[in-house]
């Protein structure tokens, strides 16, 4: 065990960082909270109200480390039709009962519910409240404003609108259009840009600053009114006495109604799902590896809705974009969360009338690009390659959702998943008589290993799925697992997507995690595609190669290097370094090694943010193996961006006598004394002799790349030139 | 304890396609145990029936099998125990019903009946076989409970009988035993801290009672015990079947009510799906 930490200092220690992620999380919380909040119909100022109730109460009660709560995407749906058919005051009323019920969720530990859903018919949701939001506020975007009864008419409208949009004539519209899709373009282009002073500010915060910029210069500057037409401003942002002065108490007078409950029941459902698996998202982040608290959490959630509810606000949930971000920013406890709140407090009591000058299409493109990420077509490129049968789970799912509601959606996607199963297998039998039997085994082989095996009999599906987790669950994640399935006649795609996530989960925190026994399945002709599909089998070999991959082989018989163009998913060597702690990696591909493996380059493709927050990134690394053992550090270039970081509690080590390397250098790492001992002078002249690299030890190899992208042949052997010399410098130290 | 457990064996003798290799196995396993067999027939007495069991049980005659038919008219299940009661029978040989497609066995209805009311031990097998097959592997269960102990010297008794390679004694542990629920790392810790400890508790306990068991039955055979946390009753089967035992030994339950067979558990989950030989020691 290890021995009791010091928690305040620690705490104080890390809370300048905390600070620093927080600002950045309500740089987008804020557009965000006023934009989900009006695309329900409530008053902008309800999300920013939910964001900071959400902050304060879920940092204090909360039970996860590194989560955002606030107002959350999945919920605008929901959100939107009780308050149409219930009026705002008695939707407020909905939204403390639904707060009540997630709580009650909490006490009864039922943190497990969304696992419960088929994946796929999860999906089909998610996508069907992306469509939602996109379908709506698309209209609004593009300066059209339209009102119809069906949410699948809002899609259809789309040609017409952008139609329209081409033959405005008043200046005050294709204003606002112009606002609008030049907001869009900002959110979709801002993640290709790497850079790290645009990166400082979030894609939601550049619009914000762009349109008060663009509002003021037409105001001081040009003196002229705003050319965007006055019904396209965001209105209604009240200041703060005005908020507490006319806080709306939530009606409870249809407490009795049908209509009522089922906004309620639709809430619930919604709010507790998103959060669930935003939190298990979120999880995987963790760059601490801690497992948060679920069932706590649910509490804290459902206390921060009852507490927004009555105070005007939207419910709380927990929510993975800005959690990605929070992660990204160097949060490690809750925090983050609270300063974020308490950023929120300060931009309402501050800047509360330049918010209206934030034109609404600005806004609305903000959401109409969550909606995509949500529905894009990669979801459904992605679950095709699983299986043909997941897309009719998906599509149906859709198309209920969109047509009849969102528990119908679900429940539709849950029956169609049922029955798949069932005509996969021809067999009701197989569901019928063993859907309640316990059919999970583990223990702890009682031999030295100390393997844990869990053996799973009869079938494995999402509807009893639960039984699995909860064995699984049981046991740390630094240890070896063997999950059997030999005896299991039919596994779902539900259950081998979450196999998946513990492998990643157990190999990210030491431990191993391997599924067997499916090897006979593969021969069983009746089968499900998604099985096979779904186990890690290597791509088939490309022959195919681009230039580049030509010049990487020239190159390689040039420099007597090994080169392999194939993807290799076997990195679990590469999780180990810093810079991937709160990323995950895909692959490696077009590897070039050098003598007996220990110089590598390679192409990666690795992931930053989970969920719809997931961005792609590839780019082209250098790995050295070392002979020796060397401290754990980080190095970059120093830049402004370092100096900003330094303030947020990032501590650069000095070294001695080397100012020069100080300044233009930024290093990073826990054992201060071993790095400066380290840091010679001739590791110190070859550093600043040289082009700048990131480096980054993780005590046993080195981990070198320049940019953030694919680097051209001619860089790779810039790259190898230096890691080459750089090894033989650290050999001779 | 007894050394000798059963001192007579009864088998239903039903003229079915199993007989022959349902006959076989018990008169083996009477030589083993130099016990008494009884062949059980539902039914009138007829010369033509004891001619055909005498003929089936003739290659036992060279090593002396004591063997008695006996016929009793009426309901399978009321013949059959009254005759247990009657002629004091030990233990009661009972085949199992291999379901069609499946190498799934279970229990048909008589027998399960049968096993839920008799008052000795009984012994289901899924796959008699005319040839002799070795019994390597014998698990015996290992419950906090009375009976354990006499289940446990039992096991080792027909462990050297059958010259079994190896005994797994597995402690099943309910789950509620571990107070704490899994929430995060620091429960998840203290629920490891309690397990470790129990799971110590139970190895104790279980190594007291087999230094209690004679040495000459203890010797020659390997040992392991194997704590299991899960559900009481199908956990061990389950691990029998996944480690591929011959032979599983449980006690007999305590009490059967109706409720019991409503929500299966212990011994009721082993009925539905033997996962190999089990039996059932009074």
């Known amino acids: 065990m290890s021995p009791k930490k010091n928690n305040i200092k620690d705490f104080f220690k890390v809370l300048p960082k905390n600070i620093f992620s927080g600002f950045v999380v309500s740089l987008i919380a804020l557009p965000l909270g006023l934009g989900l909040a009006m695309a329900s119909d409530a008053p902008p100022i309800a999300g920013i109200i939910a964001a900071i109730v959400g902050g304060i109460v879920v940092s204090i009660f909360g039970g996860s480390h590194v989560t955002i709560a606030g107002p959350g995407n999945g919920l605008v749906g929901v959100l939107l039709v009780a308050i149409t058919s219930l009026g705002l005051e008695s939707a407020y009323a909905a939204i403390v009962c639904s707060g009540v019920l997630i709580m009650l969720l909490g006490f009864f530990r039922m943190g497990k519910l969304a696992d419960f859903f088929p994946s796929s018919a999860i999906q089909g949701m998610l996508a069907a409240i992306g469509l939602i939001i996109l379908g709506k506020q698309f209209h609004i975007m593009l300066a059209h404003k339209i009102k119809r009864e069906d949410t699948l008419d809002y899609l259809i409208e789309i040609p017409f609108t952008l139609n329209d949009a081409i033959h405005y004539e008043n200046k005050g519209l294709i204003f606002a259009a112009l606002a609008g899709i030049i907001s869009l373009a900002i959110m979709m282009f801002y993640a290709k840009l790497r850079n790290k002073y645009l990166q400082l500010i979030p894609a939601p915060m550049w619009i914000v600053i762009l349109s008060i910029g663009f509002s003021y210069y037409f105001e001081l500057v040009l003196h002229e009114n705003n050319p965007i037409s006055n019904q396209y401003m965001i209105s209604g942002i009240p200041s703060i006495q005005e908020i507490i002065a006319d806080i709306q108490m939530p009606l409870f007078s249809k407490v009795g109604t049908i209509s009522f409950w089922s906004s309620v029941v639709a809430i619930t459902l919604i709010a507790s799902i998103e959060s669930l698996l935003s939190i298990k998202a979120v999880d995987k982040l963790d760059p601490e590896k801690r497992r948060s608290n679920v069932n706590k959490d649910l509490k804290a959630l459902g206390l921060a809705t009852v507490g927004s509810g009555f105070l005007g606000g939207l419910n709380v949930v927990t929510v993975i974009a800005r959690s990605s971000v929070n992660v990204n920013n160097g949060a490690t406890n809750r925090s983050s969360n609270f300063a974020h709140a308490t950023f929120l407090v300060l931009f309402i009591v501050l800047f509360s009338t330049q918010l209206t000058r934030i034109p609404l299409p600005a806004l609305m493109a903000i959401l109409v690009y969550t909606g995509y990420k949500l529905a894009s077509p990669n979801v459904i490129r992605k679950i095709f390659s699983i299986g043909k049968e997941q897309l009719i789970i998906f599509f149906v799912t859709l198309f209920v959702t969109l047509k009849i509601g969102l528990i119908s959606g679900i429940f539709a996607g849950v029956l169609a998943t049922m029955l798949i199963h069932i005509i996969i297998n021809k067999s009701v039998l197989l569901f019928l008589r063993n859907v309640l039997k316990p059919n999970v085994l583990m223990y702890e082989e009682a031999d030295d290993e100390h393997n844990f095996y869990v053996s799973v009999k009869h079938f494995c599906s999402f509807l009893n799925y639960y039984k699995l987790k909860d064995k699984l669950d049981a046991i740390p994640e630094d240890h070896d697992v063997i999950v059997d399935f030999s005896l299991c006649s039919f596994v779902d795609h539900t259950v081998m997507e979450n196999m998946h996530n513990y492998q990643e989960l157990f190999k990210k925190r030491g431990g191993h995690f391997d599924v067997i026994g499916l090897d006979m399945h593969d021969t069983d002709s009746e089968h499900p595609f998604a099985l096979r599909r779904l186990l890690p089998v290597p791509n088939i070999i490309k022959n195919n190669l681009t230039r580049r991959q030509t010049s990487m082989e020239e190159l390689a018989k040039d420099y007597d290097l090994k080169y392999n163009s194939e993807n290799q998913k076997e990195v679990g060597y590469l999780s180990s370094f810093l810079f991937f702690n709160t990323k995950e990696i895909d692959h490696i591909y077009n590897q070039l090694s050098y003598k007996n493996d220990s110089l590598n380059i390679f192409d990666i493709e690795f992931s930053e943010g989970e969920f719809i927050a997931k961005e792609v990134i590839r780019s082209t690394m250098l790995h050295i193996k070392l002979e020796k053992g060397i401290p754990e550090f980080t190095l970059d270039r120093e830049g402004f961006l370092e100096r900003v970081y330094a303030f947020a509690g990032f501590k650069d080590i000095p070294i001695q006598d080397h100012s020069d390397f100080s300044r233009r250098f930024y290093l990073l790492g826990d054992n201060e004394e071993a790095i400066k001992a380290f840091f010679n002078d001739d590791l110190i002249h070859f550093f600043e002799s040289n082009p700048y690299y990131h480096v980054e030890s993780n005590g046993n190899s080195l981990l070198i790349f320049g940019k953030e992208r694919l680097a051209s042949v001619k860089e790779i052997k810039g790259l190898f030139d230096f890691g080459k010399r750089l090894k033989d410098v650290i050999s001779n130290i | ?282």
């Open chain 2, 1 to 282: 304890m007894s050394l000798q457990p059963f001192k007579s064996i009864a088998i239903g003798a039903a003229f079915s396609p199993n007989l022959k290799a349902n006959l076989y196995e018990a008169a083996r396993l009477s030589l083993f145990f130099g016990s008494k067999l009884f062949l059980i027939h539902v039914g009138e007495a007829s010369d033509d029936k004891i001619k055909t069991l005498k003929v089936f049980l003739n290659p036992f005659k060279k090593d002396n099998l004591d063997f008695e038919v006996v016929f009793k008219p009426g309901d399978p299940v009321e013949a059959i125990l009254s005759v247990t009661d009657e002629k004091n029978i030990d233990l009661l040989i009972l085949g199992a019903v291999q379901r069609e497609r499946f190498i799934k066995y279970y229990v048909g209805s008589i027998a399960r009946k049968i096993t839920r009311k008799a008052k000795c031990s009984v012994l289901l097998l899924i796959k008699p076989s005319v040839e002799r097959v070795a019994c390597q592997h014998i698990v015996v269960n290992g419950l906090q409970d009375p009976k354990t102990e006499q289940t446990i010297k039992a096991a080792f008794y027909l462990g050297k009988q059958l010259e079994a390679d190896k005994i797994t004694i597995v402690e099943e542990i309910k789950q509620e035993q571990v107070a704490i629920k899994v929430d995060d790392d620091k429960s998840l810790r203290r629920a490891n801290i309690m397990k470790e400890r129990i799971k110590l508790r139970e190895n104790s306990r279980i190594k007291e009672i087999i230094e209690h068991i004679p040495e000459k039955y203890t010797k020659d055979i390997a040992i392991k015990s194997q704590p299991i946390f899960g559900k009481q009753g199908y956990s061990i089967g389950h691990y029998a079947q996944i480690s591929r035992a011959d032979l599983l030994v449980m006690n007999a339950p305590s009490k059967m009510t109706f409720w019991d067979r409503l929500f299966p558990h212990d011994i009721e989950h082993i009925l539905t799906e033997l996962p190999t030989d089990v039996l059932i020691l009074q």
